[in-house]
T-cell receptor, first 116, second 109 residues
């Protein structure tokens, strides 16, 4: 089934540790995104990538980094985790054509991260 | 990026009642998307509206884009327990899509 795979599903992480959240898509979408979802704050964009080899900062990029070495993979790294990074992280992708993505975003199932 | 206000934040309805959520922007929007997220799940794309005054239907769901392209609504007729979840609007274009804070719908059987 085509879609986005995120790993791990959940993780408890000690503060100060480094962690990489994995995201892989098999739809050959050109754009990929990382969002965090916190109660009452909705979905906030962390980083995005319009195409392989390029990345950009979203609304809340501090403490996170990303890379896009190929079309399919878009890992999110927390260099030194802090408790405020406790959240549910969603990876998403879309297929943009002339400014529109007629099928919207496809989201992964999410990673629930708890930093203690 | 563009900002949207989504109201109400929460809505409890009796099964069979109608439900409406609204998204409002202070600026003209190029398009608006709607998503549904079931409890414990991930957002799922429902529809995109592009044209001024556009109305689209999906079974019991009716989506509207305002004439001025500054607001949009999602209306559910005769809610069912399967409609439970959070409904988000999303605005913006290439690179910077912004999601509303969502309306959480609870349906009482």
């Amino acid at each position: 089934i085509a879609g986005i795979t995120q790993a791990p599903t959940s993780q408890i992480l000690a503060a100060g540790r480094r962690m990489t959240l994995r995201c892989t898509q098999d739809m050959r979408h050109n754009a990929m995104y990382w969002y965090r979802q916190d109660l009452g704050l909705g979905l906030r964009l962390i980083h995005y990538s319009n195409t392989a080899g390029t990345t950009g900062k979203g609304e809340v990029p501090d403490g996170y980094s990303v890379s896009r070495a190929n079309t399919d993979d878009f890992p999110l790294t927390l260099a030194s985790a802090v408790p405020s990074q406790t959240s549910v992280y969603f990876c998403a992708s879309s297929d943009w054509n002339r400014g529109f993505s007629p099928y919207g975003y496809t989201f992964g199932s999410g990673t629930r991260l708890t930093v203690v | 990026g563009q900002q949207v206000m989504q109201i109400p934040q929460y809505q409890h309805v009796q099964e069979g009642e109608d439900f409406t959520t609204y998204c409002n922007s202070s600026t003209t929007l190029s398009n608006i998307q709607w998503y549904k997220q079931r409890p414990g799940g991930h957002p799922v794309f429902l529809i995109q509206l592009v044209k001024s005054g556009e109305v689209k239907k999906q079974k019991r769901l009716t989506f509207q884009f305002g004439e001025a392209k500054k607001n949009s609504s999602l209306h559910i007729t005769a809610t069912q327990t399967t409609d439970v979840g959070t409904y988000f609007c999303a605005v913006g274009g290439y690179q910077k899509v912004t999601f509303g804070t969502g309306t959480k719908l609870q349906v009482i059987p």
